[in-house]
């Protein structure tokens, strides 16, 4: 009885600490999304309310049809499933062979792989700065589709990686001897189970390309080839921060990412699970 009595009171702890910081991180989103709903006079009121006076759309008005906002999140839209496609693809086939064939040196192989995605990103913007001028491809989407799959595909492949070795070969194994090439036994057999350790991938390639703001700021200047991250930062002028247009916009842009949470929450859960088992 002692110890069911501990394990309730246990229980009830973490789920008061967890809701404690659920809370807190709720917190800016509902500001964010009452000052969106505000008009100027309103937001700049002391003291402020929590509850706006009138659901005000005047801020969503603006943002999607009298500015560029719907090409940036367009932008951003085309070049994250970009990145998510080919990282996730490279990520896939070079962890499946890490996993399964006996490479010769591969732990080195591995531990090389890790560090290219643990060097700076300041570290990097001026070479690349250099060669992306040099090549022709500064101010297009290209250059930012070649630098978010070249960060995020070493780390995708680190974890895929721990959850291939987590999955049984006798599988494989009887899947070859049934006739299957080991090509047709990775397409058929281990990619339809390896969809959690892939979704989460892909969840989180699609945080770091939509979030990111350094790369995007500095390989594209063009108004027309900004992305979301960047478009935020317009609304912040000389003049001071134009806090309602500023939280409507950004509402708008964290909808994709929710959505991709909520299809994705269980087979994120189960795949980094998975992918931290071995590595």
Known sequence: MVKKKDGRLEAVLVYIVLTFFALLILVPIVWGLSTSFKSTGEVSRFPPSLIPDSLNLENFIKVLFHSNFSTY???SLLVTGICIVISTIVAGHAAYALARFRIKHREQIMFAILMTGMVPAVALLIPLYIMFVRMGLYNTRIVLVLVYTA????????????????TPQA????????????????????????QPAISSSALLTAVYVWNDFLVSFTFVTKENLRTVSVGLYGYITQYGVQWGELMA???ITIIPIIILFVCLQRRFVDGMAAGAVKG
């Open 73 to 75: 999140f367009g932008n």
């Open 249 to 251: 916009a950004v509402m």
């Open 171 to 194: 599988i494989e194994e009887a899947a070859m001897i049934d006739g299957s090439t080991r090509v047709q036994t990775f397409y058929q057999i281990i990619v339809p189970i390896s």
């Open 151 to 166: 960060w995020r595909t070493p780390m995708l492949t680190w974890m895929l990686k721990g959850f291939f070795e987590s």
